[in-house]
Nanobody, 115 residues
Framework: QVQLVESGGGLVQAGGSLRLSCAAS????????MGWYRQAPGKQRELVVG???????NYADSVKGRFTISRDNAKNTGYLQMNNLKPEDTAVYYC?????????WGQGTQVTVSP
């Protein structure tokens, strides 16, 4: 059983910052790619950023220069630093982790950015 637990979401004013964490646990020694997706009300889930096991990143254009993904492989934990947040960043954020050909998903954490 593999679990991903996100934390760090909340309410912030536009221009503020939040740091999301994603702790992975279970019968997996290490993960390949990790990533963050988000889903805003009435919209499809979209990729925010992904990071390979070697540290290669792929950001959505809408967050480039504002969000930074990182990971601590020893702890099987991923992070998403979000700066200069905008109201359009409001969404439920989900972390993902790939292992053994399967993509695991967290339960999601709400991020709300007020104008």
């Amino acid at each position: 059983q593999v679990q991903l637990v996100e934390s760090g979401g909340g309410l912030v004013q536009a221009g503020g910052s939040l740091r999301l964490s994603c702790a992975a646990s279970g019968m997996i020694r290490s993960f390949n790619a990790m990533g963050w997706y988000r889903q805003a009300p009435g919209k499809q889930r979209e990729l925010v950023v992904g990071i390979s096991s070697g540290g290669r990143t792929n950001y959505a254009d809408s967050v480039k220069g504002r969000f930074t993904i990182s990971r601590d492989n020893a702890k099987n934990t991923g992070y998403l630093q979000m700066n200069n947040l905008k109201p359009e960043d409001t969404a439920v954020y989900y972390c993902t982790a790939d292992a053994n050909g399967f993509r695991y998903w967290g339960q999601g954490t709400q991020v709300t950015v007020s104008p």
